[in-house]
């Protein structure tokens, strides 16, 4: 882990114990994660040959987002794992200033702050 600290509290703000709670927290998400998707694709072509055959269309899309989602959770849930390696992990990637604690706490793989995710979110 390289996340800079000053004394005991990194550049975002949290306590040793923070990080180390969310790093757990990005841990077991990604691992849920990347279980869903063994289950979901588990023998992908065979599978998914099984699942056009026996289910409506409606069916397979509700499959296929599944998967989409998963893998979207997952790849944000890596990136978080990545910011707090290289130790930019709770660093607002708009503003650069501190995401807040508990914003992290609720959504440990945030990479905006609250305020700069309003601001994209009407945007978008």
Do not use: K
Not at 36 to 54: F, H
Not at 66 to 94: F, H, K, N, P, W
């Amino acid at each position: 882990m390289n996340q800079q600290v000053v004394g005991a509290v990194t550049r975002a703000g949290l306590s040793a114990a923070e990080l180390a709670a969310l790093r757990d927290n990005l841990d077991e998400q990604r691992a849920f994660r990347l279980d869903q998707l063994a289950q979901l694709w588990q023998g992908t072509p065979a599978r998914a040959q099984r699942v056009r055959e026996q289910a409506a269309v409606a069916q397979l899309e509700v499959h296929i987002q599944l998967c989409a989602s998963a893998r979207m959770v997952l790849a944000d849930v890596e990136a978080a794992l990545e910011r707090m390696d290289q130790g930019t992990y709770g660093i607002c990637r708009q503003c650069r200033h501190p995401v807040e604690p508990a914003r992290l706490r609720i959504v440990p793989q945030a990479r905006y702050c609250g305020r700069c995710h309003r601001i994209r979110e009407v945007r978008s």
